[in-house]
T-cell receptor
Framework: DQQVKQNSPSLSVQEGRISILNCDYTNSMFDYFLWYKKYPAEGPTFLISISSIKDKNEDGRFTVFLNKSAKHLSLHIVPSQPGDSAVYFCAASLTNSGYALNFGKGTSLLVTP | KAGVTQTPRYLIKTRGQQVTLSCSPISGHRSVSWYQQTPGQGLQFLFEYFSETQRNKGNFPGRFSGRQFSNSRSEMNVSTLELGDSALYLC????????????FGPGTRLTVT
């Protein structure tokens, strides 16, 4: 059963604009959330994370927002660049599960010039 | 620092055979996790090892097994291969101490014919 869902398989955004990638989860016990970016023929690359005790975390152009009551998180990329074109995975974990990450199926982002 | 390395990168096996995949974590990382990525199921957690002990296991049949050596290198084994085992197998390593960021290798693409 998929506990982490990314309902948009793809997203297209113009260069310079904001990209918003969404993720929903069903397990209210999840307490740590991460975003990964994946290029073809490479493994996922860690982007940014957020603990459930926060509602926002920012790192350069990337900001993750967490809404625990809605069991929803989003990744904002501002401004979007063509090099950001990749598949983005949302992941969630339980502190007592160690390093087992539950992944969404990914959203393919295309940033056009 | 060198990243996570996985060997081989590509593998073709016949149904019923067994296969062993290898992973070398980032130097100093003591936790190694394995994931299976398929188009239909996305990224799914297989198991995680720390100090040569399996700490966590995903929902996969017993044909999937792994081990970790004293130098933190890890292997995973799949016996009696089935067509449905065709997938990208990803290894990820991480530090201890509350960090949940996992660093992925490029993966091994296994094709079962």
């Amino acid at each position: 059963d998929q506990q982490v869902k990314q309902n948009s398989p793809s997203l297209s955004v113009q260069e310079g604009r904001i990209s918003i990638l969404n993720c929903d989860y069903t397990n209210s016990m999840f307490d740590y959330f991460l975003w990964y970016k994946k290029y073809p023929a490479e493994g996922p690359t860690f982007l940014i994370s957020i603990s459930s005790i926060k509602d926002k975390n920012e790192d350069g152009r990337f900001t993750v927002f967490l809404n625990k009551s809605a069991k929803h998180l989003s990744l904002h990329i501002v401004p979007s660049q063509p090099g950001d074109s990749a598949v983005y995975f949302c992941a969630a974990s339980l502190t007592n599960s160690g390093y087992a990450l539950n992944f969404g199926k990914g959203t393919s982002l295309l940033v056009t010039p | 620092k060198a990243g996570v390395t996985q060997t081989p990168r590509y593998l073709i096996k016949t149904r019923g055979q067994q296969v062993t995949l290898s992973c070398s974590p980032i130097s100093g990382h003591r936790s190694v996790s394995w994931y299976q990525q398929t188009p239909g199921q996305g990224l799914q957690f297989l198991f995680e090892y720390f100090s040569e002990t399996q700490r966590n296991k995903g929902n996969f049949p017993g044909r999937f097994s792994g081990r970790q050596f004293s130098n933190s290198r890890s292997e995973m084994n799949v016996s009696t291969l089935e067509l449905g085992d065709s997938a990208l197998y990803l290894c990820a390593s991480s530090l201890m101490g509350g960090s949940y960021e996992q660093y992925f290798g490029p993966g091994t693409r296994l094709t079962v014919t």
